[in-house]
């Protein structure tokens, strides 16, 4: 089965810092766009932030920019998203997912997770005041 598998969710207090991890399972999404995702429930998923693997070009959440730092290893096939001056808004499961075309850049259209896959499990960030 192929998807994504989020980890290194946890509760801090506010001003603290997380780091998240996706890691490809059954498939290597190494020139997709790769992008993080959260959602509480009752409310829409809302992107955070997201990836062009092959370029590196990033993309942010106004709500996150300055806070949060997407990043990869290629080596290690994983994406990682570094979330610092946490607030208590930012709680919420983080999910991750790559776009199904190779070579598609993430561009205006990523926000959404529309036509998204590989969807994991998530993790949970929960952060207190």
């Known amino acids: 089965q192929v998807h994504l598998v989020e980890s290194g969710g946890g509760s801090v207090q506010a001003g603290g810092s997380l780091r998240l991890s996706c890691a490809a399972s059954?498939?290597?999404?190494?020139?997709?766009?790769v992008a993080w995702f959260r959602q509480v429930p009752g409310k829409e998923r809302e992107g955070v932030a997201a990836?062009?693997?092959?370029?590196?070009?990033?993309y942010y959440a106004d709500s996150v920019k300055g806070r949060f730092t997407i990043s990869q290893d290629n080596a290690e096939d994983t994406v990682y998203l570094q979330m610092m001056g946490l607030k208590p808004e930012d709680t919420a499961t983080y999910y991750c997912?790559?776009?199904?075309?190779?070579?598609?850049?993430?561009?205006?259209?990523?926000?959404?997770?529309?036509?998204?896959?590989?969807w994991g499990q998530g993790t949970q960030v929960t952060v207190s005041s």
């Open positions: 997912a790559a776009h199904p075309d190779s070579y598609r850049l993430c561009g205006d259209s990523w926000y959404g997770g529309t036509d998204f896959t590989g």
């Open positions: 059954g498939y290597s999404y190494i020139q997709h766009c």
């Open positions: 990836i062009d693997r092959g370029p590196g070009t990033t």
